[in-house]
DNA sequence: TCAATTAGTGTAAAAAATACATTTAAAATT
DNA sequence: AATTTTAAATGTATTTTTTACACTAATTGA
């Protein structure tokens, strides 16, 4: 079989920034890495690229392997390709970014896997260029949230707008005025009103909320404007 | 020196989706391939990636050696990446964009290499995937474009207002209310008005505006709205 | 000097975003 | 049983932004 002579063939990886929200604050899925160098150090989800693989299936893979997770969120970053990023020898790595629903999978993550959530804010060193490749992820993240509603995939299936707007206050590091937040979001329509309220953190209760999933396939493309222009004048894209 | 043993090493390569725009059309740089397979057909610039350099290097380092082409605005795409993309081996492709003034370059393109400009609507069919990877491209182009002032990186550098105006035209293929459109792009204090016109599209003639590089970059970042909102209400990203 | 052509400009109406405070529901306490 | 506590829910007036729309100006060539 002919082959592209006297080329320089590399080894390349994907990794995962896997995103959670716990109600209050964001969260990384970091686990130790399993060999050398940096064994035992705490890395993003990775894992190289196999022979018969796309990028999209090896993430998906690498995401199944170490954590379970499936059918999630999962978007392209970007590549990070510094030549001697990896000490060992040259890795091309393609970071991918999950947005989770923290609850559906804690267990899971934590019984069978040796994954662990770390608060975004109090990441512990990682290796390599993963630190970089987080900061970069959460930019994007604040980004594309700040016109589509993925956000929606870090809540479970009910939610309370109060649990939203926390989501989106924490994201962008400000406070929202709720009137103005619940009438934006409740115009879209992409939200369906449930009997059932959530009386975990308030006496009153706050009405759950679903996706109205016909809705948000259609809205998912188009533009929205949840987050006040104040604090989406710039973004870092 | 170790290695990570009994991993499957790939090449590497990056593409380059080079937009122009003469005044009228958009248009898209190819060559034709100088290799087998598919030796003759029209393509994107590409080439490998090199041990020592980094992707956003090779996509410099190719697209000098195949138009002479330096310090064009360049940023990644995404990864093109099915096992059977290329048929001699497997390659993983890194599409860039580049935005440029075409009538800058046009010259030096024609003369010392074999790249031609082909109408964005007229393309010749592409070897691989490089069609869809143009597809990609526009979309995001489309994308960007309505939050953030790059298209200018296809103009020369003194334009008119209604040359500007053409170009957003263009690339959404709708009409924009000419009032409109130049209240909200100066509003943006962006452009500086020059004191010559151009007379070559009107008895009248048309005032040169440049570009102030100082606020282009401050602004670059922040959200721009020079697309009538129905226009984008559903951008693919 | 008149006709033709494209450039340039202003205003009123509609829509969207913002600022802002009180009432309501339910539980816990007295 | 009444009162207090806590967070949820809600409406309106003001400001800002966006849109729709049509005539005048400058210049050239006939």
Known sequence: MIKYS?????????????????????????????????????????????????????????????????????????????P????????????????????????????????????????PKLIFDHAQMVDTALQRLRYKAAFHPILFELLPEKFTLPQLQAMYEGLYDTKIDKRNFSRKVLSTNLLIKEQEKDKSSSKKGAFYYSIDKEHYKEKFESLLNFVPKTEITALNE
Request: glycine residues 6%.
């Open 6 to 82: 006297s080329q320089n063939r590399m080894l390349v990886a994907v990794d995962c920034i896997i995103f959670g929200f716990d109600g209050t604050d964001y969260k990384v899925l970091l686990i130790q890495r399993g060999f050398a160098p940096e064994k035992e150090k705490w890395s993003l989800m990775g894992g190289f690229v196999q022979e018969k693989e796309s990028l999209e299936q090896a993430a998906d893979r690498v995401l199944k392997q170490l954590t379970g997770l499936k059918n999630v969120y999962l978007e392209q970053l970007q590549a990070f390709s510094e």
């Open 84 to 123: 001697d990023r990896d000490p060992i020898e040259r890795v091309i790595a393609m970071a991918y970014v999950a947005l989770i629903d923290i609850h559906k999978y804690e267990q899971q993550i934590n019984d069978d896997f040796h994954a662990r959530w770390f608060l975004l804010r109090e990441l």
